[in-house]
């Protein structure tokens, strides 16, 4: 049965994949300059790490500028942190108590015990060498906790008392309440001008007030103004971004004043973001002025070894365009090397792989449009421009649906006009994301299975049977070749139909990944039985086709039956357990492996799911098709063959992968796909003959 096409819905399928082609060569050219990578460290941590060598702070951190961080990450201070610094004086009731029962010198709070103003539960300060660290810490507490819970108790010394319960919260408990010498208080000014004299970027870390307002806000940025440095980003810290829940639009406001970019952190399942209240409305409220960070999960590093950690960083901010590096140290040497080179080569070696990826380091940098004045601007495609793209997606539905339903060419016009019509004035005038992901997951189920139909088209006008291996081979490599492209198209209106800022970021993300997985081969199964009357019996009508079904399951089972069952389960398994990202199939280490192999070797890692099943699915399926095996086998391999087209497809949906590499994924896929499948029919041509002369001599016992 030949395929007829409307040959006015495919002229609206052409001028929509010109349209999306503009739009894609738009968003290339929005990536291709947003470039730069930020290597960046929390001072606190090479702070620690100097102590553990032994080694002068300001040293340590040079050594690991000159090894290439150029961000330093500044987070809240604490009485805890300051103390043990010796930047301030810190001393809790319970200790001032064992010091007087024990006869010991309380040093500068002596005689706090016997004082009036003597809590049992509190904490009491004093400065230390830098007067200003006093100052600024008051200052940090009053707005914290305000002026009832921290009040001077002495003048000479400067002391004062700040109520509250001072234990201490284990690490790994932080999600507990904090006593008052472990809770956040303002952003060090010492720090940050330390790592500007050093030449650091600074990257703020503030976390959120209890009942926060205006002037909480502005503290944090007062602060920022009286150490005199200039602040490039902020990235949220805690649960809750500053301003959460009711003050958002004054901290988003204080940030483009400020010109702060936002930074994203990543979620360690690789998708969306931390759940951190408020974050989306941030990034909203700062115009999409936000770049993408990736930190390996504390718990995970201590698992992976440092070669592991560093084939990471470069792969990561090329496929999943992540400009902010946020690199924690390790915290056992490698090789008999002290701590300290462990880690200054473990950097070295990150910002040589992420400058041979063609990256600058540098400010992380934003998806941004040109614009005349230098004004920055979010990347948006204008709405009449998704028109043609969105006309042409529910065209190639139409034409689908016109392969399972007698549709005369003008009722094919007549449904795309009013559907488009509809989809056009939602695009117009409204947002329209439920319908652009509606369209998108159309455009990623339905063009690899039309491109499989055009396949079949190809397979059935061959009227003799082609019996040599090379030539089955030779003619499956351009057929595969037409195959994709034709699926290609497909991916260019997903692409184009979900491109803008929003979605690079995976603030908006594409929903139903998993329907998007099986629903081609779902509906590559109900097109393949129309096609070849699979279910058709006597007579026409849905009794005819429930009387094909009941004789279906009539079948008695054999062993055969069982065996291609059991392999679709497995595929089935293996297929949908892979896809998302938590859970489902574990990865082998033979997989691994491969996976490195790939890396190394290609420009994009090929799916597994497109060159290991659907690609020597389809060589297998045009074997079938030549040599006119049963109709039984060309339906399952078929099935397999679309899993390939819908896999490269699918890529797509990773609005964060940059749109070249998604298609050059899929020409990497086709060239190992071209391996595995000649390999499988050339195996299988080279086992039919034994297996018939095993099944004669069978059958001949």
């Given at each position: 049965m030949?395929?007829?096409?409307?040959?006015?819905?495919?002229?609206?399928?052409a001028i929509g994949l010109v349209m999306a082609l503009y739009l894609n060569f738009e968003r290339h050219e929005v990536e291709q300059k947003?470039?730069?990578?930020?290597?960046?460290?929390?001072?606190?941590?090479?702070?620690?790490?100097?102590?553990?060598?032994?080694?002068?702070?300001?040293?340590?951190?040079?050594?690991?500028?000159?090894?290439?961080i150029n961000s330093l990450m500044i987070f809240d201070t604490t009485l805890e942190r300051l103390s043990k610094k010796g930047e301030l004086n810190v001393a809790t009731a319970e200790?001032?108590?064992?010091?007087?029962?024990?006869?010991?010198?309380?040093?500068?709070?002596?005689?706090?015990?016997?004082?009036?103003?003597?809590?049992?539960?509190?904490?009491?300060?004093?400065?230390?060498?830098?007067?200003?660290?006093?100052?600024?810490?008051?200052?940090?507490?009053?707005?914290?906790?305000?002026?009832?819970?921290?009040?001077?108790?002495?003048?000479?010394?400067?002391?004062v008392r700040v109520d509250g319960s001072t234990d201490l919260v284990l690490p790994d408990k932080y999600d507990e309440p904090l006593g008052v010498l472990q809770a956040p208080l303002g952003l060090p000014a010492k720090d940050m001008r330390k790592a500007a004299e050093l030449g650091f970027n600074i990257i703020i870390r503030p976390q959120n007030?209890?009942?926060?307002?205006?002037?909480?806000?502005?503290?944090?940025?007062?602060?920022?103004?009286?150490?005199?440095?200039?602040?490039?980003?902020?990235?949220?810290?805690?649960?809750?971004?500053?301003?959460?829940?009711?003050?958002?639009?004054?901290?988003?406001?204080?940030?483009?004043?400020?010109?702060?970019?936002?930074?994203?952190?990543?979620?360690?399942?690789?998708?969306?973001?931390?759940?951190?209240?408020?974050?989306?409305?941030?990034?909203?409220?700062?115009?999409?002025?936000a770049s993408r960070s990736y930190v390996i999960d504390g718990m995970e590093q201590k698992k992976i070894s440092v070669d592991t950690a560093l084939r990471r960083w470069a792969l990561t901010d090329e496929e999943r365009n992540i400009r902010v590096n946020y690199i924690r140290p390790f915290h056992m040497p490698v090789d008999g090397k002290p701590l300290l080179e462990t880690n200054l080569k473990y950097v070295e070696d990150i910002k040589k792989s992420v400058e041979e990826r063609g990256y600058t380091i540098g400010k992380a940098g934003i998806f941004a449009e040109s614009d005349s004045h230098g004004y920055y601007m979010p990347y948006f495609t204008q709405r009449f421009e998704l028109l043609p793209v969105a006309a042409a997606i529910i065209a190639g539905c139409v034409i689908f649906l016109s392969l399972l339903v007698k549709l005369g060419n003008g009722k094919q016009l007549l449904l795309w006009a009013v559907l488009t019509a509809g989809a056009c004035g939602l695009l117009?005038?409204?947002?329209?994301?439920?319908?652009?992901?509606?369209?998108?997951?159309?455009?990623?189920?339905?063009?690899?299975?039309?491109?499989?139909?055009?396949?079949?088209?190809?397979?059935?006008?061959?009227?003799?049977?082609?019996?040599?291996?090379?030539?089955?081979?030779?003619?499956?490599?351009?057929?595969?070749?037409?195959?994709?492209?034709?699926?290609?198209?497909?991916?260019?209106?997903?692409?184009?139909?979900?491109?803008d800022s929003r979605f690079l970021l995976e603030i908006d993300i594409y929903r139903g990944v998993k329907l998007t997985f099986m629903l081609p081969v779902i509906l590559m199964a109900v097109l393949y039985a129309k096609r070849y009357?699979?279910?058709?019996?006597?007579?026409?009508?849905?009794?005819?086709?429930?009387?094909?079904?009941?004789?279906?399951?009539?079948?008695?089972?054999?062993?055969?039956?069982?065996?291609?069952?059991?392999?679709?389960?497995?595929v089935a398994y293996y297929f949908v357990g892979r896809s998302g990202h938590t859970g489902g199939v574990a990865v082998s280490g033979i997989e691994l492996k491969l996976r490195a192999l790939l890396e190394d070797a290609m420009y994009a890692r090929p799916r597994n799911k497109e060159f290991m099943i659907g690609h020597p699915a389809f060589f297998l399926a045009a074997m079938a098709a030549y040599k006119g095996a049963p109709r039984l086998w060309q339906f399952v391999l078929v099935c397999g063959a679309v899993i390939g087209q819908a896999s490269l497809v699918q890529t797509f949906c990773h609005m964060r992968t940059p749109v070249v590499m998604s298609f050059v994924r899929a020409l990497d896929g086709y060239a190992v796909g071209i391996i595995f499948g000649a390999v499988a029919v050339l195996t299988l041509a080279a086992m039919i003959p034994l297996i018939v002369r095993l099944k004669r001599r069978y059958l001949e016992q």
């Open positions: 030949k395929s007829r096409y409307n040959p006015v819905l495919l002229a609206i399928v947003n470039n730069t990578v930020e290597l960046a460290m929390e001072y606190e941590n090479l702070r620690r790490l100097a102590a553990l060598e032994g080694l002068p702070e300001e040293k340590v951190l040079l050594e690991f500028k000159k090894a290439g200790q001032l108590r064992n010091a007087s029962v024990l006869g010991e010198d309380a040093g500068v709070f002596a005689g706090v015990v016997n004082s009036k103003d003597f809590h049992g539960s509190a904490a009491y300060i004093a400065p230390a060498a830098d007067m200003s660290v006093f100052k600024d810490t008051v200052d940090d507490l009053k707005i914290r906790y305000g002026s009832e819970r921290v009040k001077q108790i002495s003048e000479q010394p400067p002391i007030y209890v009942a926060v307002d205006e002037e909480k806000i502005d503290s944090i940025f007062k602060r920022v103004e009286d150490a005199g440095v200039k602040v490039h980003a902020m990235m949220p810290c805690g649960r809750e971004v500053v301003g959460y829940p009711d003050k958002l639009d004054y901290m988003s406001a204080k940030l483009m004043d400020a010109d702060m970019q936002l930074i994203m952190l990543e979620h360690y399942t690789q998708l969306r973001f931390a759940d951190i209240k408020g974050l989306v409305s941030l990034a909203e409220g700062v115009g999409y002025k117009l005038f409204f947002r329209g994301l439920l319908l652009r992901q509606m369209l998108a997951m159309a455009a990623a189920c339905v063009f690899p299975v039309l491109s499989m139909n055009v396949i079949l088209d190809i397979w059935d006008s061959c009227k003799s049977k082609t019996s040599g291996a090379l030539k089955i081979v030779f003619n499956a490599v351009w057929q595969l070749a037409l195959a994709i492209a034709l699926s290609l198209v497909g991916a260019a209106f997903l692409s184009a139909i979900l491109t009357d699979l279910l058709q019996a006597a007579g026409k009508g849905l009794p005819a086709v429930w009387s094909r079904v009941n004789g279906l399951l009539d079948i008695k089972l054999t062993y055969k039956h069982i065996a291609l069952l059991l392999v679709f389960l497995f």
